[in-house]
Structure formats: structure tokens, C-alpha cells
């Protein structure tokens, strides 16, 4: 499956932004697609993933409650909103998609096989 992120720019501190992962190949019902992002001098952290089938969702802890996942099944493509951005939410966002993976796992980035290129959020303060 081949990833294509976008969505990403510039937004001030309490703003929000929705970034979208357009997914194309292999069927994408197979797939729990996922949100890391990478901030720099920083390790690739989770932010959130979902379940493609049946839409089972898990979230970083520091991010519940500002960020929701969700995806279009006919659209093949999986968004992440951004709610209340702060400037430490900057960083390169990435989509990564994977399959068969338990549910204890859906955080874990080597679960993921399938990449996309990133998209860069900054938030100004």
C-alpha cells in the first residue's frame, strides 16, 4: 500500500489543522493505519491509530482529548484532527499503515511495514 499525507502548515497556538493519509495498492479494509509524528532532535512517537475494519481506535495518553482519528472507507484515506495546538505539537506528522496487528500493539511503530512521506505541522506561539 503506498501513503500519501498532507494537510500539514502553519497555525497558531490554539488552532486546529486536519491532516489526511490517502492510502492506494492493496485493499485498505485490511489495514489499521496510524499517526507518528517526529519533532526535531526527537525519537518518532505515536499519536493515534485506527482499525480500517470496524474503525477500533487508540490514542497517545498526552494526546487524548485534542487529537481524533477516523477514516473513509470509499475514500481510502484516514484523517487526524487537531484540536487546541500547542507549539510543542510541532514536528513532521507521518501516516503508517500495517496489517494484522492486535489491538496491544496498534502504538507500537514496528508494527507498521507501509510509510508515508510526512507532512510538517508548525505551530507559532
Known amino acids: 500500500v503506498q501513503l500519501q499525507a498532507s494537510g500539514g502548515g502553519l497555525v497558531q497556538a490554539g488552532g486546529s489543522l486536519r491532516l489526511s493519509c490517502a492510502a492506494s495498492g492493496r485493499s485498505f479494509r485490511d489495514y489499521a493505519v496510524a499517526w507518528f509524528r517526529q519533532a526535531p532532535g526527537r525519537e518518532r512517537e505515536f499519536v493515534a491509530s485506527?482499525?480500517?475494519?470496524?474503525?477500533?481506535?487508540v490514542y497517545a495518553d498526552s494526546l487524548k482529548g485534542r487529537v481524533i482519528i477516523s477514516r473513509d472507507i470509499a475514500k481510502t484515506t484516514a484523517y487526524l484532527q487537531m484540536n487546541s495546538l500547542k507549539p510543542e505539537d510541532t514536528a513532521v506528522y507521518y501516516c503508517?499503515?500495517?496489517?494484522?496487528?492486535?489491538?496491544?500493539?496498534?502504538?507500537?511503530?514496528?508494527?507498521?511495514?507501509?510509510w508515508g512521506q510526512g507532512t510538517k505541522v508548525t505551530v507559532s506561539s
Open positions: 503508517a499503515a500495517g496489517a494484522r496487528i492486535i489491538y496491544s500493539n496498534l502504538g507500537v511503530i514496528s508494527s507498521y511495514k507501509y
Open positions: 485506527i482499525r480500517v475494519q470496524g474503525g477500533t481506535t
